[in-house]
Nanobody
Framework: QVQLVESGGGYAQAGDSLRLTCAASGLPVGTDSLAWHRRTPGKVRKLIAE????????AYATVVEGRFTISINNAKNTTFLQMNSLKPEDTAVYYC???????????WGQGIQVTVSS
């Protein structure tokens, strides 16, 4: 059974930093990437950062590029999202996801709230 558990969210002030962690277990063989998505109030969930497990290549949404950094541990089963220079518009529920491209499967964590005040 695939499980993705996020931690590290909470409250921050504009300009502060937070670090999210996603611990994954039970990942199927061939899981290609781990990623972070977020959903702001009233909007759809959007991909903001992704890291490929084999190459550790990364990709970012424009809105977070240069401020957020995604990384992965040596065991390739935990991903981190370092969020710097936080803005109130970063307030969202952040979701961890694991993707297997061959079967187009995506597994989701339950999400964690991040609230940034001005």
């Amino acid at each position: 059974q695939v499980q993705l558990v996020e931690s590290g969210g909470g409250y921050a002030q504009a300009g502060d930093s937070l670090r999210l962690t996603c611990a994954a277990s039970g990942l199927p063989v061939g899981t290609d990437s781990l990623a972070w998505h977020r959903r702001t109030p009233g909007k759809v969930r959007k991909l903001i950062a992704e890291i490929w497990r084999d190459s550790e290549q990364t990709a970012y949404a424009t809105v977070v590029e240069g401020r957020f950094t995604i990384s992965i541990n040596n065991a390739k089963n935990t991903t981190f999202l370092q969020m710097n220079s936080l803005k109130p518009e970063d307030t969202a529920v952040y979701y961890c996801a694991a993707r297997r491209e061959k079967t187009d499967d995506v597994y989701w964590g339950q999400g964690i709230q991040v609230t940034v005040s001005s």
